[in-house]
T-cell receptor
């Protein structure tokens, strides 16, 4: 199975901060990488697919980049509603594995 | 609008089975796959498998092979996930999600609300 490793596991940030989350695959996955946001008690919400394509309706402060094994999710200016847990997922090879998550907390 | 509505919470004894339903609306059911993902309490997301409502093809996570069966009923636009021989580490929230495809890229763009399955002896 392809292992997905996110860093950091958690971070504290303030409203307005630029936030970067990294996801690394154990082997090359080209651009088969999705990002989801999950709030407590809720289902995940798709933010980015194909590494850098913004899902319809998602604010433009979210962006994704990378290919091969190293990927990044960036929130350009953190808003209060962005405090949540973020997961990457590879869809190159089944099982479509997820990273362990990155919890973004209020500083 | 696209909606996936799942069945309610279930309590089961170890060794029993559970069948979770996921009723889709707002799109052509056979045009998108359905993925199933679970989340144990306080843990991350675990992909369980995928089914094509168009032809019934399935892909299961190897860790669940032999215990899980995913099916669909196209007449009611409903997907089902059955898990057998339940054990304590199957306690989780189970999600269905629409599996969309852009060129060669798959992603889950709409999710059900989740079904909590609790194992209790």
């Amino acid at each position: 199975d392809i292992q997905m490793t996110q860093s950091p596991s958690s971070l504290s940030a303030s409203v307005g901060d630029r936030v970067t989350i990294t996801c690394r695959a154990s082997q090359s996955i080209s651009s088969y990488l999705n990002w989801y946001q999950q709030k407590p008690g809720k289902a995940p919400n798709l933010l980015i697919y194909a590494a850098s394509s913004l899902q319809s309706g998602v604010p433009s402060r979210f962006s994704g980049s990378g290919s091969g094994t190293d990927f990044t999710l960036t929130i350009s200016s953190l808003q209060r509603e962005d405090f949540a847990t973020y997961y990457c997922q590879q869809s190159d090879t089944t099982p479509w594995t997820f990273g362990q998550g990155t919890k973004v907390e209020i500083k | 609008q696209v909606q996936l509505v799942q069945s309610g919470a279930e309590v089961r004894k170890p060794g029993a089975s559970v069948k979770v339903s996921c009723k889709a609306s707002g799109y052509t059911f056979t045009s998108y796959g359905i993925s199933w993902v679970r989340q144990a309490p306080g843990q991350g997301l675990e992909w369980m498998g995928w089914i094509s409502p168009y032809n019934g093809n399935t892909i299961y996570a190897e860790s669940l092979q032999g215990r899980v069966t995913m099916t669909t009923d196209t007449s009611t636009s409903t997907a089902y996930m059955e898990l057998r021989s339940l054990r304590s580490d199957d306690t989780a929230v189970y999600y269905c999600a629409r599996s969309a495809k852009y060129q060669v890229f798959y992603y889950s763009d709409y999710w059900g609300q989740g079904t909590r399955v609790i194992l209790s002896s």
